[in-house]
């Protein structure tokens, strides 16, 4: 930044527009400045940076003589909504002795981005090129004598001169600027289209959502009646714990053990009410899909969901059952508890198979099948496998009815 000199936006003496970018900011090497979204303006022989108006009504702006620019190169940089942009880099010399005063008076890079908003478009990078390579700055006609004769062959000739300023006029005067403007509006109108097309989607699922929701209400309503206002307000719960505001995520952690430990905080945290409502115990392929839907984009691999569920402390716990089946489970979770339950729903059905249990109790076949041996490991059940399948009656065995 300490090339660029403060000086009046005002053309000279055999000094023509090229060029013009808006909402550029500037870069002094890889450090960010305070000179943001300014109008840029390529001259012939300088590049001038200016607030938005500020070039047009020729006031003081920042000013950086082209003779300065050694070569140019791009990089790519990532933007949200229309993703990948262009950044310039203009590598240059070291500044002058007798250089006006700038921004800087010292600066330790070699080179400086323009950058914006939407990037740099290539109709400007390719008017910077052509302009550097025609190096019309360097024609000094008030101050040519017989003495600088020794220098001419440093100098481009007149014929080059020539072609090269034939080829700018293709870029400057009211056919260039027309040319840009038609150029910007048009890749304006595909980033629009673009944009619009993710809007469009987003306006679908609303719909799809809003349509869900009142088919809900409506068999709430065939079903129980009018919805209570209590009703209601679980409904709306059950609405938004299906999103997390801030998942967890590694770009956010400088170690994996600080990574796990929060990732299983927050699964403590969006898991304990659901798992409330199953009974206390929850499947990891139930737990997998809850929490990736409610993850949205930041999904998480089985491995992390694994590694995090290991590390979990309070109230929820991971249990591997003796078939190798993998729940997460409540601390008060108690199976003897879960056993006489399930005896009493075998009891009063004479027998049941794991499909029954798990529609009597609206929960998976995993955790119905493991709830069947738990209470048959503790003497509560027997099993009988014939071809009908696998189904479980009370053991009479060990606990015979009163009757008997």
């Not at 938005?52 to 620019?69: D, N």
Request: glycine content about 6%; hydrophobic content about 40%.
């Amino acid at each position: 930044m300490n090339r660029f000199e403060y000086i009046e936006a005002r053309l000279e003496d055999g000094e023509t527009f090229v060029s013009r970018e808006s909402n550029i900011k500037l870069y002094d090497g890889e450090q960010k400045t305070q000179f943001e979204d300014g109008e840029l303006v390529l001259t012939t022989h300088r590049l001038f940076w200016g607030r938005p108006g500020e070039i047009a009504r020729a006031a003081v702006t920042l000013c950086l003589h082209l003779r300065y620019i050694v070569s140019i190169s791009e990089e790519q940089a990532s933007n949200y909504l229309f993703g990948r942009k262009t950044r310039l880099i203009l590598h240059l010399r070291p500044a002058a002795i007798d250089k006006a005063p700038g921004p800087l008076d010292n600066s330790k890079a070699s080179f400086i981005k323009l950058s914006g908003k939407h990037g740099v478009y290539s109709e400007f990078a390719s008017a910077l090129r052509e302009t550097l390579e025609a190096r019309v700055w360097q024609v000094d006609t008030s101050n040519t004598n017989s003495d600088e004769h020794c220098e001419e062959h440093a100098k481009p000739t007149a014929k080059e001169l020539s072609t090269r300023e034939v080829r700018l006029r293709m870029r400057t005067g009211i056919g260039g600027i027309e040319r840009a403007i038609e150029a910007k509006s048009k890749e304006t109108d595909e980033n629009i289209a673009l944009a619009f097309q993710d809007l469009r989607v987003l306006m679908a699922m609303a719909k799809d959502m809003v349509g869900i929701s009142q088919v809900i209400s409506e068999k709430i309503r065939n079903e129980r009646g009018e919805i209570s206002q209590d009703e209601t307000i679980t409904f709306k719960s059950y609405l938004l714990s299906l999103g997390i505001a801030d998942p967890v995520t590694r770009e956010g952690y400088s170690s994996d053990s600080a990574y796990f430990s929060s990732l299983a905080q927050q699964l403590c945290e969006m898991l304990l009410d659901p798992i409330e409502d199953c009974g206390g115990m929850m499947s990891l392929a139930d737990v997998y899909c809850r929490v990736n839907r409610a993850r949205g984009l930041e999904l998480l691999s089985p491995e992390d969901l694994l590694h995090a569920c290991h590390l979990l402390q309070g109230p929820i716990k991971l249990r591997k059952f003796p078939s190798g089946a993998m729940v997460l489970q409540l601390e008060s979770h108690d199976d003897e508890m879960i056993a006489v339950d399930t005896l009493a729903l075998v009891e009063s059905n004479a027998s049941l198979a794991v499909e029954d249990l798990a529609k009597l109790r609206n929960i998976s076949l995993l955790l119905a099948k493991e709830r069947l041996l738990a209470a048959e490991r503790l003497g509560k059940l027997c099993r009988d496998e014939s071809l009908e399948g696998l189904r479980f009656y009370p053991n009479f065995l060990i606990n015979r009815p009163k009757e008997c």
